[in-house]
């Protein structure tokens, strides 16, 4: 009973059993250009790896990241054509990161918390005390995967197109 709050990108996998288990939940889908999360995600992977085993095969995990990224899209545009109405809420990266405030606004309206000048403080608190970048830049790029950009591309084409993700900037 009450709220739960689940985050992890894997639930998009499985949209539509969550919706099942759970018909009246909530879910704030978050979208983001794969150009910058599949190297993003390999990159945390192949750490993880390398905490396991001596030898990482950077461009296996590029490739399984890609698939298991390209795989997790589908299945949530599948489960989505069947969500009931007003169920999932849109969240596009560049959107949070121009106003942030503004779309957790949004997310409030959409939860049915109210949004007060409280609320509106601690994300702006929040904001100006974590800067993008705060504790450094942590470099990495498709190359490093063996991942090329048109082929992620063609294979995001229609994630793209049907939530409307933006490429982000280099």
């Known amino acids: 009973p009450g709220r739960y709050l689940g985050k992890t990108p894997h639930h998009?996998?499985?949209?539509?059993?969550?919706?099942?288990?759970?018909?009246?939940?909530?879910?704030?889908?978050?979208?983001?250009?794969?150009?910058?999360?599949?190297?993003?995600?390999?990159?945390?992977?192949?750490?993880?790896?390398?905490?396991?085993?001596?030898?990482?095969?950077?461009?296996?995990?590029?490739?399984?990241?890609?698939d298991q990224m390209a795989n997790s899209v589908e299945r949530a545009i599948a489960a989505r054509e069947h969500a009931p109405a007003g169920s999932?809420?849109?969240?596009?990266?560049?959107?949070?990161?121009?106003?942030?405030?503004?779309?957790?606004?949004?997310?409030?309206?959409?939860?049915?918390?109210?949004?007060?000048?409280?609320?509106?403080?601690?994300?702006?608190?929040?904001v100006d005390s974590n800067p993008q970048h705060k504790y450094g830049t942590h470099r990495y790029g498709l190359a490093d995967f063996g991942l090329d950009p048109e082929e992620l591309d063609a294979r995001f084409k229609r994630y793209r197109e049907h939530f409307g993700v933006a490429r982000e900037g280099a």
């Not at 405030?101 to 509106?120: C, N, V």
């Open 12 to 66: 998009q996998e499985n949209l539509d059993v969550l919706l099942e288990v759970f018909p009246d939940a909530k879910i704030i889908h978050t979208h983001r250009d794969p150009r910058k999360v599949v190297p993003s995600f390999s990159s945390m992977m192949a750490h993880t790896g390398q905490l396991l085993s001596r030898r990482v095969d950077l461009h296996a995990v590029g490739r399984r990241v890609a």
């Open 88 to 126: 999932v809420l849109d969240v596009h990266y560049v959107d949070l990161m121009r106003d942030a405030t503004g779309e957790m606004r949004r997310i409030h309206d959409f939860l049915g918390i109210e949004w007060t000048a409280g609320s509106k403080a601690r994300v702006e608190r929040w």
